[in-house]
């Protein structure tokens, strides 16, 4: 007896358990046979012509079941193992796709076979065209163990443009960046999306070799994606995991994510109406690794960002791989488009070959009244193989508020210049965020720019290599409090921390390490209120050194 003419009925309700749908789902005797229990239809996309040969284009016979159970009033929509060559398809409300294991749906490597559905702009990132879309939909689940592949490398080129990257620069090269898109843009982007949709499930599937954005849930409520894999190629372009956007109440979890783009990236955006906030999103037990940013919110920034949890995570790079394909940023919490963020707690994170650790920005790209960054605790986080310096900046006038990393350590391995504490740090206030992008910073372990209310506690800022960079560099920050900070010696004559233009500061409970000179240096005429209480310096150190128009009145040592 053919496959397709019978599955049992314990092995697809095995199958529908694992997919999350729960242990009360009807048993069903056949694909095509309706339930036994309850309302709904279940259909083998067999038995509506599909060819599992990966050359058959299957775009209408899946698309026919889909319809098909739709009419009924929802259902199965079961793809059983093979090689299912298709087009864009589109899911409906109370539509339960199932991939089976062995399963793969095999996205066209033709345009043509994509329709554009209006909303996103034609050109860009989102092209509009999507391998699996829904719209409008209520109670959506994509589950199994199969395979969704968009083939993306027929998708992309070599970027002739690309220009030879210096060794020395080689700490900011992105691999993706050698490449471009074929087809004026117009490539399936991104792969699976999901527009204005409510009780949405993805679980157990693989998304891989997309041509450019994997997954994005955009404008939806109520959503769990729940351990899927996303398996990208390094260089792949714009090949972002998943783009949760302007969406509210979202889980994810379990999932394990290889790409050449961000990993995880929060957005606030939406072409298919209002602005939206995105609101009450978790992100729980997953694995990075991206040639991009790990976890990441923003870009676009044009709306809010409220109540934001990432926890217990791994973000890595391969120790073997070129250094451009290492992970630019671990955790970026940004706004630069006038949106707001208000609510973000980030928590027992373990990073492995990260370019920089931690980068919070808040700038003025789009300048846009009542922007605005606040209320963002990091703390677990324990980062070794970093290269480039964590940093909290503003612009001035767009400052920062309330930022606390705790219980953290930070390893790195730069081996920061001399001349590199005194650069003269450009703002680049309107330009793309990216942790990198005004160099080599005066710091090791933090840069602290135009920010009020720090609170950098108990964090250890570790130099694996000789660095002649004060370890933690404040400039133009109001209400800082430095507490039970472990902390290496830089080299040279380099103060252990530098304080510029800082104001109502607080250095507590440290302990200087063997070698260090000095242990504070107070700069600028505008530090004021600058108090060192408790702190444990070494026979002979300095314990403040002024400069620059700073006076003793500014500071008490106790």
């Not at 496959?3 to 314990?10: I, N, P, Q, V």
């Not at 969406?247 to 957005?267: A, F, P, Q």
């Not at 694996?464 to 133009?476: F, G, H, L, S």
């Not at 472990?486 to 440290?510: C, K, Q, V, Y």
Request: hydrophobic share 40%; with cysteine; net charge neutral.
């Amino acid at each position: 007896m053919l496959r397709r003419d019978f599955l049992s009925a314990s092995s697809l309700a095995m199958g529908l358990s694992a997919a999350g749908l729960g242990s009360a789902t009807p048993l069903m005797a056949a694909p095509g046979a309706e339930l036994t229990k309850g309302k709904g239809t279940a259909k083998n996309i067999l038995d509506y012509g599909a060819v599992p040969n990966g050359k058959t284009l299957n775009t209408k016979a899946i698309q026919r079941a889909i319809d098909d159970v739709s009419r009924a009033g929802g259902g199965l929509v079961y793809a059983p193992p093979g090689t299912f060559l298709t087009g864009g398809i589109v899911l409906k409300s109370n539509i339960t796709l199932y991939l089976e294991a062995g399963c793969v749906l095999l996205g066209s490597t033709s345009n043509d076979d994509y329709e554009y559905h209006p909303g996103p702009p034609i050109l860009g990132d989102a092209t509009g065209r999507h391998l699996i879309f829904a719209q409008n939909a209520d109670d959506v689940t994509l589950c199994g163990l199969g395979v969704v592949d968009g083939q993306g490398d027929a998708f992309w080129e070599i970027n002739p443009r690309t220009a030879v990257v210096l060794p020395e620069n080689a700490w900011m090269d992105v691999a993706s960046g050698h490449y471009q898109a074929k087809y004026k843009n117009l490539r399936p982007s991104p792969m699976v999306e999901f527009a204005q949709c409510r009780n949405l499930r993805i679980s157990g599937v693989t998304l891989k070799n997309s041509s450019g954005w994997t997954l994005r849930p955009i404008a939806c409520q109520d959503v769990v994606i729940d351990g899927i894999r996303i398996r990208n190629p390094y260089y792949g372009r714009n090949t972002d995991g998943m783009d949760i956007t302007a969406c509210t109440n979202v889980m994810v979890s379990n999932c394990n994510i290889v790409g050449g783009d961000d990993g995880i990236c929060l957005k606030s955006e939406n072409f298919y109406g209002d602005v939206l906030p995105t609101r009450n999103i978790t992100v729980t037990n997953c694995i990075v690794s991206s040639a991009s940013n790990g976890f990441k919110m923003g870009t676009a920034t044009h709306g809010a960002f409220e109540n934001i949890v990432f926890s217990n995570s791994v973000i890595y790079s391969d120790t073997d791989k070129p250094l451009n394909t290492w992970v630019i940023g671990g955790i970026n919490i940004e706004t630069v488009d006038g949106g707001s963020v208000d609510g973000v707690v980030v928590s027992n994170i373990r990073m492995q070959n990260v370019r920089t650790p931690i980068f919070v920005r808040l700038g003025n790209r789009t300048p846009k009244e009542g922007s605005f960054l606040r209320n963002v605790l990091i703390e677990g986080v324990d980062a070794a193989g970093a290269i480039c310096t964590s940093s909290i900046i503003g612009v001035p006038g767009l400052r920062p508020t309330d930022i606390t990393v705790s219980n953290c350590r930070l390893r790195t391995r730069e081996q920061g210049q001399p001349g590199w504490a005194e650069r003269l740090i450009p703002e680049e206030a309107g330009e793309y965020p990216e942790s990198w992008m005004m160099g080599h910073l005066p710091a090791f372990g933090f840069y602290v720019r135009h920010a009020d209310r720090v609170r950098l506690r108990n964090v250890e800022c570790i130099a694996d290599k000789p660095d002649a960079r004060p370890a933690i560099v404040c400039d133009d920050v109001d209400d800082v409090i430095l507490g039970g900070l472990e902390l290496s010696a830089p080299t040279g004559n380099a103060p252990l921390i530098d304080l510029r233009n800082t104001r109502r500061a607080f250095l507590t409970g440290m302990r200087a390490p063997l070698g260090s000179q000095i242990f504070a240096q107070i700069g600028g005429a505008a530090s004021s209120a600058i108090t060192l209480l408790g702190n444990s310096l070494n026979p002979g150190q300095q314990a403040v050194n002024f400069s620059n128009g700073a006076t003793k009145e500014s500071t008490r040592i106790d």
